[in-house]
T-cell receptor, first 112, second 118 residues
Framework: DQQVKQNSPSLSVQEGRISILNCDYTNSMFDYFLWYKKYPAEGPTFLISISSIKDKNEDGRFTVFLNKSAKHLSLHIVPSQPGDSAVYFCAASEGGSEKLVFGKGTKLTVNP | DTGVSQDPRHKITKRGQNVTFRCDPISEHNRLYWYRQTLGQGPEFLTYFQNEAQLEKSRLLSDRFSAERPKGSFSTLEIQRTEQGDSAMYLC????????????????FGQGTRLTVV
């Protein structure tokens, strides 16, 4: 039973364009959401997070949007750069728990 | 401080053998986590410590698995009587919890230990 779903295994975009990575969740108790980026042979690296009291959080080229009614969040990268090519994981947690529940990841390729 | 360090990076073992992995967290971080990641999946939570206390364990952590953090610094994860299904990347992460925070702080991951059971 996958509580966090990333339905697109891969995404390819041109350098300079927008990358949109999507994530859906089923557990309505989740109240904190994070995005991690992972390069091959490295551990995941924290990118950006959002709490359930917000619907948008921005950090430089990265913006995360949260739609609680749809149980959906998305990560926007603008403009995309070749160095952004990596696997992106969406993760979520319930209040009071340190356990992060991860999706399966989306492999982003940014073409020069 | 160079971040979360895990040792070894790779381990090949025969089925039925015991293995132990070590994790050194970022020095000022009081929380330490273990995750497991298999091919094509996201990381799955195994357990976490606050200082030396093990506060949460996943049902994935069978009785063949044991984790310790004896002095609240480094941690070890031992797998006894390894099985082929234990083959995975074992990830350690750490974070700094300062109390009074309403939500989890982001965890910083190490590079992982890749276990292959043959």
């Amino acid at each position: 039973d996958q509580q966090v779903k990333q339905n697109s295994p891969s995404l390819s975009v041109q350098e300079g364009r927008i990358s949109i990575l999507n994530c859906d969740y089923t557990n309505s108790m989740f109240d904190y959401f994070l995005w991690y980026k992972k390069y091959p042979a490295e551990g995941p690296t924290f990118l950006i997070s959002i709490s359930s009291i917000k619907d948008k959080n921005e950090d430089g080229r990265f913006t995360v949007f949260l739609n609680k009614s749809a149980k959906h969040l998305s990560l926007h990268i603008v403009p995309s750069q070749p160095g952004d090519s990596a696997v992106y994981f969406c993760a979520a947690s319930e209040g009071g728990s340190e356990k992060l529940v991860f999706g399966k990841g989306t492999k982003l390729t940014v073409n020069p | 401080d160079t971040g979360v360090s895990q040792d070894p990076r790779h381990k090949i073992t025969k089925r039925g053998q015991n293995v132990t992995f070590r994790c050194d967290p970022i020095s000022e971080h009081n929380r330490l986590y273990w995750y497991r990641q298999t091919l094509g999946q996201g990381p799955e939570f195994l357990t976490y410590f606050q200082n030396e206390a093990q506060l949460e364990k996943s049902r994935l952590l069978s009785d063949r698995f044991s984790a310790e953090r004896p002095k609240g610094s480094f941690s070890t994860l031992e797998i006894q009587r390894t099985e082929q299904g234990d083959s995975a990347m074992y990830l350690c992460a750490s974070s700094r919890f300062m109390g009074g925070q309403p939500w989890n702080t982001e965890a910083f991951f190490g590079q992982g230990t890749r276990l292959t059971v043959v």
